[in-house]
């Protein structure tokens, strides 16, 4: 059975960076979209980016515009966010899903299965 494994959180400073990883066990990669969002304590679930079946393109929920880049290694059956410019406000946890449906617009969590554990990342000093 797929499941997702997140990882690659942790603590980071203000303006630093880290990758996070999605790593597919029990089977492959899907050959759809997957999308990485994040949850902080109290608020609700939010798409940060999603990426296409063939990895070609990509697409960001507004926190993510210009600050992080996501991409996916097939060969590896892993999609990675590469997070840079980090705000304490991108403190959540973030997880995985994939969705029968194309990547585009707004990355709507309902729309997507398959969730992982997540991984937790705090921005602090």
């Known amino acids: 059975q797929l499941q997702f494994v997140e990882s690659g959180g942790g603590l980071a400073q203000p303006g630093g960076s880290l990758t996070l990883s999605c790593t597919a066990s029990?089977?492959?990669?899907?050959?759809?979209?997957i999308g990485w969002f994040r949850q902080a304590p109290g608020q609700e679930r939010e798409g940060v980016a999603c990426i296409s079946g063939r990895g070609t393109y990509m697409n960001y929920g507004d926190p993510a515009k210009g600050r992080f880049a996501i991409s996916r290694d097939s060969a590896k059956n892993t999609v990675y966010l590469q997070m840079s410019s980090l705000k304490p406000e991108d403190t959540a946890v973030y997880s995985c899903a994939t969705t029968d449906y194309i990547c585009a617009g707004i990355i709507v969590p309902s729309l997507y299965h398959t969730w992982g554990q997540g991984t937790q990342v705090t921005v602090s000093s």
């Open positions: 029990g089977g492959s990669l899907p050959s759809g979209a």
